[in-house]
């Protein structure tokens, strides 16, 4: 198996982009919330001062091999829904910028043993943070019929979501579900079943069509990835707390994967609230904590995109702190 170093632990998407949106002042305060591999601190850490600082948070504790030493730099153990409360913690009454790449990481996906991808038979983990919370075979194994249909609808947005539910009730009532392996075989068609076998590698089931069965099976991991992490209610947390924190002109530069969490950060970033409610004045004009840096969505570069596949997906936000 490869050694895992910062520089192969993930390739940081939009990385010119994110970090030049943030509007770098030398003697500010900044926060990276999906430190990762530390390729974006890194970049931070290279435009600020003496008197400049960042704080990095992660809740993977292999995101600690990369920590950065840098007396400027202080690594958050932790979720980054918790942002308000640290930065209380560490004396910061506000910051000028933050910056998150919400996208899971090229090392989790690449990491056998962690149950994020369909490509490893592993077992079903796909916690963020593994030293504590329920597993994806806790969801799939004990929420009800209609709680799993909620997460692949909600979270896969899979028409199919109620038969995918159903079928995993049915299995687990024979067998406990631990596997990735196992969960392919469940929610595949039973036409496509033939030839998937638990196996290190796990390739697309024999008759399936291979585009179309990848996609449906990186929704349903997307489903429960999402459901395992609360990566929704962890997203709407600490946008509102970067909002309270940010000092006006400050800025948060925030990359997305898909739709579910790019509408929440447009909403908030558009009307400071994760519904996207125009809140108006007296005279009825629209007011917002922020103002919007780009109208439009910021995507890679084609080289970008021919060099790094995992960027193919992304979009880059950036609003400003207005004048209070």
Sequence with gaps: MMIKTAETYHVSVLLKESVGGLDIQPDGIYVDATFGGGGHSKAILSLLGKQGHLYGFDQDADAELNIVNDDRFTFVRSNFRYIKNWMRYYGVEGIDGLLADLGVSSHHFDDETRGFSFRFDAPLDMRMNRRAG???????????????????????????????????????????????GQLLQIVTPQSFS?????????????????????KDAAKIFQ????????EMDALREMLMGACSLLKPGGRLSIITYHSLEDRIVKNVMRAGNAEGKMQQDFFGRVTSPLHLINNKVIVPSDEEQEAN????????????????
Excluded at 194 to 214: F, Q
Excluded at 223 to 230: D, Q, S, T, Y
């Design 134 to 180: 329920m597993t994806a075979a806790d969801v799939v194994n004990n929420y009800s019929e209609e709680q799993l249909a909620d997460v692949f609808y909600l979270y896969g947005e899979l028409k199919n979501a109620r038969r995918l539910a159903a079928a995993l009730v049915r299995a687990r009532q024979d067998e406990r579900i631990a596997t990735t």
């Design 194 to 214: 033939e030839g998937l076998v638990a196996c290190k590698t796990i390739e697309a089931p024999s008759g399936a069509v291979g585009g179309a069965w990848k």
């Design 223 to 230: 489903a429960l990835r999402i459901e395992v992490n609360h």
């Design 309 to 324: 596949p995992r960027s193919r997906s992304a979009k880059l936000r950036i609003a400003e702190k207005v004048e209070s």
